[in-house]
């Protein structure tokens, strides 16, 4: 089965067509994802146009977190809060960071002011996150306000260990999780190999998702690809391959409280 849909809204992500085709099934498709927008003003611009970019991730209460978010949407690019969240070595979070320190009530207050905070927004992923995303009731806290405001989930899988994809199926949030790292070194040659490792996953007619940042190398490794148009070729929005938990008889026994 494919999505099919085009600019997907909040209130639409409920009401998302399915079409089942066999064509579909037979090749892979790209989902690239921009992560870290809101910082930076010309990179930022530059980081969404490109064409592989499918979904931008842009951080709340930053300098450009509106014109980054406007602009993408302009593009027909799909936007995502992604949203600070507490981590393992204690990095500074930033605006409207995501900690249980001070309970359900201060998470949530900071989680509704960053969903506000970013324009056209369709879904929420982890920035950081290594801490939290281990926590499974602070995880449940947040997905019941993602159930709420009708946003999907994209786990970053910051650690491996995350359990944050299995809290979002467990509260019935459609959800993805991120399976190739692009740049976490920024050579040409590590982004290269890593790009031809998802490239390599599509072929075989996997669905992958890669998480990118807006590094000067990074930018400059697309700009210079002669084989866009068939980078581009299965390249979709992450909307279009989320997971959907069904709900079957016996699971409604056990509905997460708040939903």
């Not at 450009?64 to 969240?85: C, F, N, W």
């Not at 590094?215 to 929005?237: G, H």
Request: some cysteine; hydrophobic content about 45%; proline content about 5%.
């Amino acid at each position: 089965m494919i999505l099919a849909l085009c600019r997907l809204s909040r209130a639409g992500l409920a009401f998302i067509l399915l079409i089942g085709t066999s064509d579909a099934l037979a090749s892979g498709r790209l989902v690239l994802v921009m992560d870290d927008l809101g910082n930076q003003y010309r990179l930022g611009l530059d980081a969404i146009a490109l064409p592989s970019v499918t979904t931008v991730a842009i951080m709340p209460g930053r300098p450009y977190t509106r014109e980054l978010a406007e602009y993408a949407h302009s593009l027909g690019k799909e936007v995502i809060i992604h949203a600070p969240m507490a981590n393992l070595t204690d990095f500074p979070l930033g605006p409207m960071g995501l900690t249980r320190e001070k309970g359900p009530e201060s998470l949530l207050k900071n989680l509704r002011d960053a969903i506000d905070s970013v324009p056209y927004a369709v879904g929420l992923s982890n920035h950081m996150g290594s801490r939290l995303t281990q926590d499974g009731e602070a995880m449940g806290w947040i997905m019941q306000e993602l159930k709420r405001q009708n946003l999907y989930f994209f786990d970053s899988k910051t650690i491996a260990s995350s359990i944050a994809w299995q809290v979002a199926q467990n509260h019935f949030i459609p959800w993805s999780s991120r399976q190739v790292f692009l740049d976490h070194y920024q050579t040409e040659a590590f982004i290269a190999s890593q790009w031809r490792l998802a490239l390599a996953q599509v072929d075989q007619g996997q669905t992958v998702t890669v998480i990118a940042h807006p590094y000067p190398e990074t930018l400059a490794f697309f700009q210079n690809r002669r084989e866009m148009t068939q980078d581009t070729a299965f390249s979709v929005p992450l909307s279009h391959v989320l997971n959907y938990p069904v709900m079957t008889s016996r699971r409604t026994q056990n509905i997460p409280e708040g939903i």
